[in-house]
């Protein structure tokens, strides 16, 4: 079981900045892909930004320039930098990992959410 702890949303002004941070603990033999995804209410979850083992980075184009998604140094930590924020950015984001739990089995986790709101 790979659990997923997330922390750092909260309310913030427009164009103001904000990090999130997900932990991932558990057992777990490798770690392909990290990701954020976010759900605003009434929509579907969507990729935010995504970073493989590798250190290949994804985003969405409405975050481009303005989002950092990074891995710490054990490479169990993700973050999401988040500037030059805007109303529509207001959603629960997800942290996502994927790996392999040994050398058969994989694993797809997801983390509580964490509400992030832009708001005056």
């Not at 969405?60 to 973050?79: M, Q």
């Amino acid at each position: 079981q790979v659990q997923l702890v997330e922390s750092g949303g909260g309310l913030v002004q427009p164009g103001g900045s904000l990090t999130l941070s997900c932990t991932a603990s558990g057992s777990f033999f490798r770690i392909n892909a990290m990701g954020w995804y976010r759900q605003a209410p009434g929509k579907q979850r969507d990729l935010v930004a995504r970073i493989t083992s590798g250190g290949s980075t994804d985003y969405a184009d409405s975050v481009k320039g303005r989002f950092t998604i990074s891995r710490g140094d054990t490479g169990n930590t993700l973050y999401l930098q988040m500037s030059s924020l805007k109303p529509e950015d207001t959603a629960v984001y997800y942290c996502n990992v994927v790996g392999y739990k040994n050398y058969v089995e994989s694993f797809d986790s997801w983390g509580q959410g964490t509400q992030v709101t832009v708001s005056s």
